[in-house]
């Protein structure tokens, strides 16, 4: 079934927009929240969560790219359940991706006035820019918090060139945060 079929199904308030969307992308969604909690269990609980509230938000939202909407409620849902699970621990994975990108937001002050949909939409402009496979990496890395290896190993290329693409398209990101006066 389409995605537009299964939207259809959540205005109807069909149950079955549930089960087609499980049949569709359940397996995607599981891979990504497990990327980020390493627990088949928490995983599997984030997706359950993650249809949830597509049901309660569609509608009134009608979401354009249906598996990015369902991908960014299951990352954020992961990521808040990863939060509360290692209140005082923070998990290694997400601080090492935070200090990654820290190097293209170094100016805290200036970025404090941009919200984080400003941001995201800054970020998403900017992917505009660099190659499809340079995109490709970068939202694997920082949007599906995938590993390097993983990476790798997914898009068939070497564990270095997948090193360099990201380092460069970080310079590329904070060359351009700077010609938009955010750094």
Not at 29 to 37: C, D, G, T, V, Y
Not at 50 to 75: E, G, M, V
Not at 84 to 99: G, P, V, Y
Not at 141 to 163: A, H, N, Q, W
Request: proline share 2%; net charge positive.
């Amino acid at each position: 079934m389409d995605d537009n079929k299964i939207i259809e199904l959540y205005f109807k308030r069909d149950e079955e927009a549930v089960s087609q969307t499980k049949k569709c992308y359940g397996t995607r969604l599981k891979a990504l929240a497990f990327s980020i909690l390493h627990s088949s269990r928490d995983a599997e609980e984030c997706e359950n969560d993650t249809y949830l509230k597509a049901w309660k938000s569609i509608p009134p939202q009608k979401p354009q790219h249906f598996f990015a909407y369902l991908a960014k409620i299951c990352r954020n849902t992961a990521l808040k359940m990863l939060e509360k699970q290692k209140a005082e621990k923070r998990n290694a994975i997400i601080i090492e991706l935070s200090d990654e990108l820290s190097e293209c937001l170094t100016d805290k002050n200036s970025m404090e006035e941009t919200s984080e949909q400003e941001l995201g939409g800054i970020i998403s402009t900017f992917l505009k820019t660099v190659s499809k496979e340079n995109r490709i990496i970068f939202i694997r890395r920082y949007f599906l918090s995938e590993t390097i290896s993983d990476i790798s190993k997914t898009l068939g290329i070497s564990e270095s060139k997948v090193k360099s693409s990201l380092f460069r398209t970080r310079n590329k990101l904070r060359d351009y945060l700077s010609k938009e006066e955010l750094l």
